[in-house]
């Protein structure tokens, strides 16, 4: 089972980036996926996290207005799509696979089963 993000790159303050998450081994419908992010010296934090279906959407308060998460499990994909990016945006990304059906928000790192490798994200100023 494997997560893949993909979208990695550098991007001047204002502008736009979108993320990608796939899977190889996993049917993503059944999973609630969450995006994660770890800016440099600092622990990992929840961004945004969708329910199955994709009904539910959480965003952490700093992104919120800004970033957009969504899915396609038709095509085993979950998107993030960042709008106004900030320098304070720089960071590497995870994305995240949970089966339990306790996962309401999904804000901890304990409550998934799968993570991507990560994708760097570079804002400048």
């Known amino acids: 089972v494997q997560l893949v993000e993909s979208g990695r790159g550098l991007v001047q303050a204002g502008g736009s980036l979108r993320l990608t998450c796939t899977s190889s081994g996993l049917t993503f419908s059944r999973y609630y996926i969450g995006w994660f992010r770890q800016a440099p010296g600092k622990e990992r934090e929840f961004a945004a996290g969708i329910s199955r279906l994709g009904g539910n959407t959480y965003y952490t308060d700093s992104v919120k207005g800004r970033f957009t998460i969504s899915r396609d499990n038709a095509k085993n994909m979950v998107y993030l799509q960042m709008n106004s990016v900030e320098p304070e945006d720089t960071a590497v990304y995870y994305c995240?696979?949970?089966?339990?059906?306790?996962?309401?928000?999904?804000?901890?790192?304990?409550?998934?089963?799968?993570w991507g490798q990560g994708t760097l994200v570079t804002v400048s100023s």
């Open positions: 995240a696979a949970g089966s339990s059906s306790r996962i309401v928000v999904g804000l901890t790192g304990s409550e998934y089963d799968y």
